[in-house]
């Protein structure tokens, strides 16, 4: 929602459970992995507003799209679907050493839970997501640009990811989106691209 100077919100509340080699237990409140840019942390964007789609997508019209006073954070309460919800996550950033020296630092990553979802307000859904990318060269940190790091080796990663919010048993209230993702860092230079529906 909106925030004012004199209102303290909290923003992310979780507690992460190493369970074993292979997955971690994430429950509390906090970031639904849901797209590239999304889970990059506002101090590492290139620019000051995260990319219109994500804004796009919370049901806004052109004028409120473009609206100066619109941050990513404080869309409204349709916004919360794409940023930050109660639930719980199995997640992981693995190592895959199964195709010999040439990518001998593959990385798969992937996010799977339930959150709360906007549309389940009366309790009765949840809302299923999941992120998976596999990173071949490396993991790719979630950072716009690549002036912090400056990697010298040369990083790519491509990624997918789906929600369902199903809401109530009306079909008109159901809200589904899905994204594929491809990030490239190197020496300085990064390209991102996010293609969503």
Not at 38 to 62: I, M, W
Not at 105 to 119: C, I, K, M, V
Not at 129 to 154: C, K, L, M
Request: hydrophobic letters at 40%; one cysteine or more; glycine letters at 10%.
């Amino acid at each position: 929602g909106n925030y004012d100077s004199s209102s303290v919100s909290l923003i992310d509340a979780w507690v992460n459970w190493d369970i074993c080699d292979w997955t971690n237990l994430k429950f509390g409140r906090f970031k639904v992995p849901f797209g590239w840019q999304h889970q990059v942390h506002k101090s590492d964007l290139q620019f000051g507003n995260r990319a219109l789609p994500y804004r796009a997508t919370a049901g806004f019209n052109n004028a409120a799209w473009n609206s100066m006073n619109l941050g990513y954070e404080n869309v409204g309460s349709l916004g919360h679907i794409y940023d930050r919800d109660e639930g719980l996550m199995f997640h992981d950033m693995l190592a895959v050493p199964w195709f010999g020296d040439f990518l001998a630092d593959f990385q798969f990553e992937y996010a799977a839970g339930l959150f709360d979802g906007y549309l389940a307000s009366s309790g009765s859904w949840l809302m299923p997501a999941w992120r998976v990318a596999i990173h071949p060269f490396g993991a790719v940190p979630y950072t716009e640009s690549d002036f912090r790091q400056n990697t010298d080796d040369f990083l790519m990663s491509w990624g997918t990811s789906w929600y369902y919010d199903r809401g109530s048993e009306h079909a008109d209230r159901a809200r589904t989106a899905w994204e594929l993702d491809i990030a490239i860092k190197w020496y300085g230079f990064s390209l991102v691209g996010e293609w969503m529906w």
